[in-house]
C-alpha cells in the first residue's frame, strides 16, 4: 500500500524533472535563438495578431519551444537530430507574415509566400544559420497547402510542432470567449515571458 509521503515523493520528482526540462528548453532557445529572439523582428511580431486570438511572436514561442521538446523526445529513441536548426527554423517559420495586410493580397497567397518571406527575414537576422535551416522554414506548412513535403526529420518536427500550436491557438480562441481577451492575453503573455526569461 502507497503511503502519502510515497505519493507526494513521486509527484515532486515528476515537477521537477519537467521544471528541468523547461530550463533546458529554455537554455536551448537562447543558446542558438539569441539573434532572433533580440530581433526587432521578434519585437514586432508580439505586435501582430495570429490565428485569431494569439500573436506571432506567442505563436512562434510555443512552436519553439514544443520542437525542442519533439527533439529531446527523439534523442531518447537515438535518433540524431539538430536542435540549433531546429530552434532557429522554428523560431524565424511565421516571420514572413509581419506586415501581412501590406504584403499579401489574401489569405491564401499569404499561406502560400510567407514561408519564402519567412526564410528572407531569417537570412538578414541569422549570422551564421545552421545547415538546413532553410528548407525547415521554407517547408513548415506542410501538409497545407502548396507546400513540398518536410526533406529532414527537423522539418518534420517543426511542421508537426506548428500544427499543433495552430490547433491549440485556435481552440484557446473559444477559451477566450468565456474569459474575456484582455484577461486571456494578459494571461498568455506572463507564460510566454516566463518561457523565454
Known sequence: MRTPYYESTIHRQIREKRENRKDRIKGDLMRYGSDVLKSEEIKQAFEQTHHQWSTVGEH???????????????????????????????????????????KFSSAKECSREHPKESVEVAREIVSDMPEGTEDIIERHMWPAGESEAPNSIEGVVVSVADKYSAVKDIVKGSEVKNTGVKNYLRGEKQKIADKIK
Do not use: Q, W
Open 60 to 102: 512562434t514561442v510555443r512552436v519553439a519551444f514544443s520542437s525542442v521538446m519533439i527533439c529531446y523526445a527523439l534523442r531518447k529513441l537515438n535518433i540524431k537530430v539538430s536542435i540549433p536548426a531546429v530552434v532557429v527554423g522554428a523560431l524565424c517559420h511565421d516571420l514572413g507574415i509581419l506586415g501581412r495586410s501590406e
